[in-house]
């Protein structure tokens, strides 16, 4: 397995402009949970998908932030429009487990997609 | 709220010599509880993971966690440092609807 691929691996834009990062779960998953790293905040959870159904979105900064699963395998983090505090680090994560996060999944995080919004 | 303390931001070694990474639990009555490693550039990785079985963890490469309850503590350990040991360490606490990242603690190994 190729494991949790995200793309693009780096995105520079500017303020304004849209953003979609992508991910694609480790098959078999059914977990997907999108995180964000800066220096200032650590990793923070944005949102979390079990079987497709957004189960917490409560880390989602504002409306500017949008997150969907297409099918079982992808997803997608779209930002519109982007600002310079957006930019970090931003991770996708699988894991196979019932009803979202019990507590003992193991996550397998992608490499990460660095967005620089000037 | 439950949450998870790294004591340290910084940890520096010598190669060859011993690495201790604390971390520290709030109390709960059946924590899960994870050891994950970034190196430079790269995604998270899972080092090793506690879930009430045995209280001492073996994980990769040559890493192991002791969980004592006693003291809510949950540090990671490594015998002898290696260079490629370099890289940031994360203490995570599972919990119902979340994983609780620790601050991280950066971890540098001196030839």
């Known amino acids: 397995d190729a494991g949790v691929i995200q793309s693009p691996r780096h995105e520079v834009t500017e303020m304004g402009q849209e953003v979609t990062l992508r991910c694609k779960l480790i098959?078999?998953?059914?977990?997907l949970f999108w995180y964000r790293q800066t220096m200032m905040r650590g990793l923070e959870l944005l949102i979390y998908?079990?079987?497709?159904?957004?189960?917490?979105d409560s880390g989602m900064p504002e409306d500017r932030f949008s997150a969907k699963m297409p099918n079982a395998s992808f997803s997608t983090l779209k930002i519109q429009p982007s600002e310079p505090r957006d930019s970090a680090v931003y991770f996708c994560?699988?894991?196979f487990g019932g009803g979202g996060l019990s507590g003992a999944n193991v996550l397998t995080f992608g490499a990460g997609s660095r967005l620089t919004v000037l | 709220a439950q949450s998870v303390t790294q004591l340290d931001s910084h940890v520096s070694v010598s190669e060859g010599t011993p690495v201790l990474l604390r971390c520290n639990y709030s109390?709960?009555?059946?924590?899960?509880l994870f050891w994950y490693v970034q190196h430079p550039n790269k995604g998270l990785q899972l080092l090793l993971k506690?879930?009430?079985?045995?209280?001492l963890v073996k994980g990769i490469n040559g890493f192991e966690a002791e969980f004592k309850k006693s003291e809510t503590s949950f540090h990671l350990t490594k015998p002898s440092a290696h260079m490629s040991d370099a890289a940031e360490y994360f203490c995570?606490?599972?919990?119902?609807?979340?994983?609780?990242f620790g601050k991280g603690t950066k971890l540098s190994v001196k030839p």
């Open positions: 994560a699988s894991s």
């Open positions: 098959s078999g998953h059914n977990s």
């Open positions: 998908f079990n079987n497709n159904v957004p189960i917490d």
């Open positions: 109390s709960s009555y059946s924590p899960s």
């Open positions: 506690y879930t009430s079985a045995a209280t």
């Open positions: 995570v606490r599972g919990s119902q609807g979340n994983l609780i």
